[in-house]
């Protein structure tokens, strides 16, 4: 092969972008018509998700009947494919027309208080609904910054830095320099977004209940409560079918508050508990939350420890 000949990855994530290029150009409605017919073919198609899906649901609603369990099952994937095609939408198209997509917001008050008070927000934005209508609407209305790790596919590094920061959000790496942009952001008292159910690498966190089963919990969270005076809020885009968004802040847990790191990462499980009660086929189940206790209780060590700089 020559080395001006594209790869296989080269092609693949030239399609995607030029599918989010294609996709920006639709309504959310027309989005949601899409997912409604893919989401059951990535149901029947994608083993891993649904099996992982289905596992994930059996251990959270274990008194839910196994047939409704399918039937949420099959709605979550929908939500999920909702939310790959709605990408192009959020980065690409037009900033009034998401905007307007916007059709409702609840508990803008807790962001407008604790910036009153001269106090910094850290917003806890779980994988529900499109969280990428959420980081729009943040970096819209807020000095807003958050980590980010590049895509395994780095023809798509570009499109997706674009998207995320064309309202003005800074990304900032996944390691001790971005932490430290995050403090000085939140001395600021400016709001920055963490992802609150991404599963750490061993040594970045402990395990805390969820859903009354042990998950890996990150202990970021902690850390930057424990050096600021920051107010924690959840901040989820919720979907409203066919018509747009509704963006939601709750107040967190009060454990997050803690100074311990296992409580507060139990409080910031319960902070992700609280938002999939809004709709639990908006969140997506097929991240593996508890993998770590599998390797746990396999012996597998701990590989690398994260330290707060």
Known sequence: MSESQPTSTTLQGRAIAALW????????????????????????????????????????????????????????????????????????????????????????????????????????????GNWEVLNFWLSSHFPFTAMYEPPKIAELDPVIRQGRERMGASLVPTNPRGVAALLKALKRSEAVGILPDQEPDWGSGVFAPFYHRLAYTATLLPKLVARTDARVVTGVARRIPGRGFAIHFLAADERVYATDEEQSATGVNACVEDAIALDPAQYQWEYKRYRKVIEEQQGVPNHREFRLY
């Open 21 to 128: 290029r294609t996709l920006a150009g639709r309504r959310p409605a027309t989005l949601w018509r899409l997912a409604r017919i893919a989401g059951p073919m990535v149901h029947r198609l994608s083993r891993r998700e649904r099996e992982v899906t289905e596992i994930n649901l059996a251990e959270v609603y274990p008194e839910q009947a196994a047939v409704g369990r399918r039937q949420l099952a099959r709605e979550s994937l929908t939500h999920s494919t909702a939310t790959m095609l709605e990408l192009g939408f959020a980065w690409m198209a037009a900033p009034q027309r998401v905007e307007d997509s916007i059709l409702e917001i609840h508990g803008r008050e807790l962001l407008d208080e604790a910036r009153a008070e001269g106090r910094g927000v850290i917003v806890l934005a779980p994988h529900f």
